[in-house]
Nanobody
Framework: QVQLVETGGGLVQAGGSLRLSCAASGRTFSSYAMGWFRQAPGKEREFVGVIGWSGVNTVYADSVKGRFTISRDNAKNTVYLQMNSLVPEDTAVYYC?????????????????WGQGTQVTVSS
């Protein structure tokens, strides 16, 4: 069982930056691929990016590529989402998710564990 807790959301102006953190419980964190998703009001949950178990490999959605960076610290059981050059369209609840896999899944149904989400609001 893995429990995930996201922190770091908030209100930021367009062009600004935020860093989200996702702290995971459990002793096998390094065996999990960690994904970030987001969901805006009235929209489906959307893939943002994923980082592999080692932290070397990442995949990003086209909408955030070049602006967002995912990293992880396996010693701290934490994954991060650094968001730069934010735009109002990035406004959403952001979720981290975990799956015990060596792959880099990009679909929500592939993930086993989810955090409760953290709100990110970007004002214009």
């Amino acid at each position: 069982q893995v429990q995930l807790v996201e922190t770091g959301g908030g209100l930021v102006q367009a062009g600004g930056s935020l860093r989200l953190s996702c702290a995971a419980s459990g002793r096998t964190f390094s065996s999990y691929a960690m994904g970030w998703f987001r969901q805006a009001p009235g929209k489906e949950r959307e893939f943002v990016g994923v980082i592999g178990w080692s932290g070397v490999n990442t995949v990003y959605a086209d909408s955030v590529k070049g602006r967002f960076t995912i990293s992880r610290d396996n010693a701290k059981n934490t994954v991060y989402l650094q968001m730069n050059s934010l735009v109002p369209e990035d406004t959403a609840v952001y979720y981290c998710a975990a799956v015990r896999s060596f792959r880099l899944p990009s679909y929500a149904y592939e993930y086993s564990y989810w955090g409760q989400g953290t709100q990110v609001t970007v004002s214009s």
